[in-house]
């Protein structure tokens, strides 16, 4: 009875570390897609931008955001750290710089107007 008490404590634990686990990856994905969609009208910023679709890429650690201009379909990959730190961007046309990256986050991501700019909430 003893061994069956314990399988069943040692089994919850592992279910809970698993519960946990998943939930922590579901708020880093959602953090990462929303910091690579709000890079969007910074990299393009033309009024007529449509957000198409922002998801997990297809490297790990990455994000894809697919838009449009007009007729015309365009994409942007961001490449992330371990966590939640944007470390490169991408279009179908360039790679954004060193230089470049670090003014895009000091002076516009890390600012409340990327919030307000983002194009989900449009």
């Given at each position: 009875?003893?061994?069956?008490?314990?399988?069943?404590?040692?089994a919850a634990v592992v279910a809970g570390f698993l519960g946990g686990l998943a939930a922590c990856q579901d708020t880093l994905r959602r953090e990462r897609v929303a910091t690579c969609r709000r890079a969007l009208p910074a990299i393009a910023p033309q009024a007529g931008i449509r957000l198409l679709r922002a998801a997990t890429g297809p490297a790990a650690n990455t994000v894809r955001v697919d838009y449009a201009d007009g007729n015309r379909q365009h994409w942007l990959t961001c490449r992330f750290d371990a966590g939640s730190t944007l470390v490169a961007l991408a279009t179908e046309s360039t790679s954004l710089s060193g230089p470049s990256l670090y003014m895009l986050k000091r002076f516009?991501?890390?600012?409340p107007d990327a919030e307000a700019g983002d194009p989900a909430e449009r």
């Open positions: 009875m003893r061994r069956l008490h314990r399988w069943l404590l040692g516009y991501l890390d600012t």
